[in-house]
């Protein structure tokens, strides 16, 4: 098994940048395809982006093309998920996922583990 630890998750104005890290601990992280979800108040989760277990593969939803980028640094067991050019839609509860290679995708139901989540507002 793996656990999941985010953190980085705060109060931000429109157009504003965070950092958003997924500390794991337990099975070889390089073992693990790693994703980003959100969830916001009243909507149902949604998948954000994610990485393979190398790093050379990123996938985007449309939304965050361009404004979001999707790291991993494997020997610090960690996944970043950089959020620039945050507008009011992007607040919600983000969540890290991860899946032994090579299931990863963009589904929710293809993930095995989650974190507990971290809280992004974004304000006008």
């Known amino acids: 098994q793996v656990q999941l630890v985010e953190s980085g998750g705060g109060l931000v104005q429109a157009g504003g940048s965070l950092r958003l890290s997924c500390v794991a601990s337990?099975?070889?992280?390089?073992?693990?395809?790693m994703g980003w979800f959100r969830q916001a108040p009243g909507k149902e989760r949604e998948f954000v982006t994610r990485i393979n277990w190398s790093g050379r593969n990123t996938y985007y939803a449309d939304s965050v093309k361009g404004r979001f980028t999707i790291s991993r640094d494997n020997a610090k067991y960690t996944v970043y998920l950089q959020m620039n050019s945050l507008n009011l839609e992007d607040t919600a509860v983000y969540y890290c996922a991860a899946v032994e290679h090579p299931r990863g995708g963009n589904y929710g139901r293809d993930y095995n583990y989650w974190g507990q989540g971290t809280q992004v507002t974004v304000s006008s």
């Open positions: 337990g099975r070889t992280f390089s073992w693990y395809d």
